[in-house]
């Protein structure tokens, strides 16, 4: 069964950091590209960050560049998004997500543009509050 179990979530402070896991199952990390996405109260789905079946490439939203970044761990099967320097408009749900074909091993989707990709398998989520 195909799970995407996201955890990780919780109150931070401003200039605070956080690092969300994704745990994947009934689906190969070294297969497939994964994202990061978040919804914050009142907006649209925004993509944040992408990384490749092989792990080397990663692309970010300009929102998250030089703050956040994505690895994974193909043992667990896991992927991570670590967080730092945390503003209040980061607060969301975050979401990690995966689309339904292959790429070349390389290849990432822009996060910008995610709606264009055909990114089908979504986890539930887990909520971030920065606040102080």
């Known amino acids: 069964q195909l799970q995407f179990v996201e955890s990780g979530g919780g109150l931070v402070q401003p200039g605070g950091s956080l690092r969300l896991s994704c745990a994947v199952s009934?689906?190969?990390?070294?297969?497939?590209?994964i994202g990061w996405f978040r919804r914050a109260p009142g907006k649209e789905r925004e993509g944040l960050s992408c990384i490749s079946s092989s792990g080397g490439t990663t692309e970010y939203a300009d929102s998250v560049k030089g703050r956040f970044t994505i690895s994974k761990d193909k043992a667990k099967n896991t992927v991570y998004l670590q967080m730092n320097s945390l503003k209040p408009e980061d607060t969301a749900v975050y979401y990690c997500?995966?689309?339904?074909?292959?790429?070349?091993?390389?290849?990432?989707?822009?996060?910008?543009?995610?709606?264009?990709?055909?990114?089908?398998?979504w986890g539930k989520g887990t909520p971030v509050t920065v606040s102080s």
């Open positions: 997500a995966a689309p339904s074909e292959k790429y070349d091993r390389d290849y990432c989707f822009a996060p910008e543009y995610w709606y264009n990709y055909d990114i089908v398998h």
């Open positions: 009934g689906l190969t990390l070294d297969d497939y590209a």
